[in-house]
C-alpha cells in the first residue's frame, strides 16, 4: 500500500477500514542469504537498501526486543553533516543527502526538519577552531556560515550574552542541518524492506554463532538456528556482547547517555542550538517539549539509565545559556548505551570471519548516520568492497594507525 494525502482522505471517507499492518511478522525461515543481527535504524536500513539498490533477496532482520526500541527510538533526533576530518566528513554528507530525500524514498512520514543547527563559540580560539571545521565542511559540500554575536542575537535574543563567564561570540550555523522523527525512521524502513520481501523477525535474540572453518554458517537465535551465507551485526550498544560471541574483542567501550524533556511549551527555540561552554543542546519538539542532553555518564554499563550528577551537570549548562529553562518544569529523562569506539568514530567491515560483518561504533552521533550508514553496509555486504565514502572505517584502524579522531581527545572512549 503507497500512503498519500489521496489515501487519508478516501480512508477518513470510509471509516479507516483500508489500512493494512505496516510490516507483516513472519516465522524465521531456515536459510537465508543475508542476516542482519539488530532491527535498529542502521539494521534496518541496511535492509532497505539490500533489497532495493542492491537487488539482494532473501534478507533478514533479527531482532532481539521490537523495532524501535533501541537507541534509534531514544536518542535526541539530531541529523547534521558538519564534520571537520575527510574520513568522516564526506560519509555524513552523503547521509544528510539520503535524509533530504528519504522521505519520498521510502514513502514514509519521518517529518524531516531542516531547521538549522547552531554552534555557540565563547573564546576566540573556539572561533577559530569553528571557522576551520566550516571551511572543511564546504570544502565537502556541506554549508556553514559563521556568525557574529548580533547574527546570534538576531536568532536567539533569550541567550545570556551578558554571562561574564561563558560570553557569547557568535556560533557556526549549519542550515541543512535539524531533526527527524527517530522512531518513523525505523517504521519507514521496516515498511520499506518488507514491502520488498524482507523478513523483519521481532523477539529473536541472537545467542550465538555458527563458525566452522573460519566461515560464518548461521547464527544460534531465541528461536532456532538460522543458516545464513552473510551475517552482518548492527547491533549499536549491544556490539561487544555480541562480538564476543564469535570470539572477537572490539575496540568500543559501552558508556549510557541521557536525554530529557521538558513540558509542552508554545513555539519558543525553531532550531538546533548547542551550547560551546558546556554540555547543553536543546530543540523543539513538534508537540512542544524542549528536547535536551548532554554528555554521557562517566562510567561503563549496559543500563539503559543514567545518574543525577549529569541530570544537574546538563541542567547547570542550560541555566547558563537559556535563564528562563528555570521557569520550564522537566517532563521525564531516559537512556540509550553508547557504542564508543577509542577514535570516536564508527566501524562498517569485514571481519577475520568470512561471511561475518560489523557495523558499530557510532558513539552518540549514530542517528543521523543511519541513511549512509545503511546504504554503505549494503554496499559492503552485496558487494564485498566498502563503499567510497566509508573505507576509513576500518576495524584494523588503531593497529595501522589511520584513526578518525575528530575530537583529538586520543584513546578514551569516554571523551569523545
Ligand atoms: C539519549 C541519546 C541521544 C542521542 N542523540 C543523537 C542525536 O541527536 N543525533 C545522532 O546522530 N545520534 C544520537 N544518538 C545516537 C544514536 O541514537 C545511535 O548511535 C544509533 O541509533 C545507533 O544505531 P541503531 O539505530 O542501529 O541502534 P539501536 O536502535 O540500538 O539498534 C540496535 C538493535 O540491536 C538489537 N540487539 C542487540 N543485541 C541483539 C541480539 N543479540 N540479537 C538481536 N538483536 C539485538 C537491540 O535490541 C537494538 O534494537 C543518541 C543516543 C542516545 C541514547
Not at 117 to 127: E, G, M, T, W, Y
Not at 137 to 158: K, Q
Not at 377 to 384: I, K, N
Amino acid at each position: 500500500m503507497r500512503y498519500s494525502g489521496w489515501r487519508v482522505i478516501k480512508e477518513a471517507l470510509t471509516g479507516h477500514k483500508g489500512w493494512t499492518p505496516a510490516w507483516s511478522d513472519p516465522e524465521p525461515k531456515d536459510h537465508y542469504d543475508i542476516v542482519i543481527v539488530g532491527g535498529g535504524g542502521h539494521g534496518l536500513a541496511t535492509a532497505y537498501y539490500l533489497a532495493k539498490e542492491f537487488g539482494q533477496a532473501r534478507i533478514a532482520v533479527l531482532e532481539k526486543g521490537w523495532i524501535g526500541g533501541g537507541n534509534v527510538g531514544r536518542n535526541t533526533t539530531i541529523i547534521r553533516s558538519n564534520y571537520l576530518l575527510d574520513g568522516n566528513e564526506p560519509f555524513y554528507e552523503l547521509s544528510l543527502k539520503l535524509w533530504e530525500g528519504l522521505e519520498q524514498d521510502f514513502n514514509y512520514n519521518a517529518m524531516v526538519s531542516q531547521r538549522g543547527i547552531l554552534n555557540l563559540v565563547h573564546s576566540d580560539a573556539q572561533r577559530d577552531a569553528a571557522r576551520r571545521r566550516g571551511n572543511a565542511m564546504i570544502l565537502n559540500g556541506s554549508d556553514a556560515e559563521l556568525l557574529d554575536t548580533d547574527g546570534v542575537r538576531a536568532m536567539y535574543p533569550f541567550f545570556n550574552f551578558d554571562n561574564a563567564r561563558f560570553p557569547i561570540k557568535g556560533g557556526l550555523l549549519h542550515r541543512r542541518g535539524g531533526t527527524v522523527r527517530h522512531d518513523a525512521v525505523a517504521w519507514g524502513y521496516a515498511r520499506g524492506a518488507d514491502m520488498r520481501g524482507v523478513d523483519i523477525i521481532q523477539n529473536c535474540e541472537v545467542t550465538g554463532f555458527r563458525i566452522e572453518q573460519g566461515r560464518v554458517l548461521g547464527v544460534e537465535t531465541s528461536r532456532g538456528y538460522i543458516g545464513a551465507s552473510k551475517v552482518g551485526v548492527a547491533v549499536a550498544g549491544s556490539s561487544s556482547r555480541v562480538m564476543e560471541k564469535a570470539g572477537m574483542r572490539l575496540p568500543i567501550e559501552s558508556h549510557v547517555l541521557q536525554a530529557f524533556v521538558s513540558e509542552g511549551l508554545k513555539p519558543l527555540i525553531d532550531g538546533v542550538i548547542t551550547f560551546g561552554a558546556g554540555h547543553f543542546y536543546v530543540s523543539q519538539s513538534d508537540k512542544g517539549g524542549l528536547v535536551f542532553g548532554g554528555d554521557i555518564d562517566m562510567y561503563n554499563t549496559y543500563a539503559q539509565r543514567g545518574n543525577l550528577p549529569v541530570v544537574e551537570d546538563v541542567i547547570e549548562s542550560g541555566m547558563a545559556l537559556i535563564p528562563a529553562l528555570g521557569r520550564v518544569r522537566m517532563l521525564r529523562g531516559w537512556g540509550g548505551i553508547m557504542d564508543m569506539s577509542m577514535d570516536g568514530s564508527p566501524f562498517i567491515d569485514r571481519t577475520s570471519v568470512d561471511g561475518l560483518y560489523f557495523n558499530g561504533g557510532w558513539c552518540y552521533g549514530g542517528f543521523k548516520a543511519t541513511p549512509a550508514s545503511g546504504f554503505c553496509y549494503a554496499h559492503l555486504l552485496a558487494t564485498g568492497r566498502p563503499h567510497e565514502v566509508a573505507t576509513a572505517y576500518r576495524l584494523d584502524r588503531f593497529r595501522t594507525g589511520h584513526m578518525i579522531d575528530e575530537k583529538g581527545q586520543g584513546a578514551q572512549p569516554n571523551l569523545h
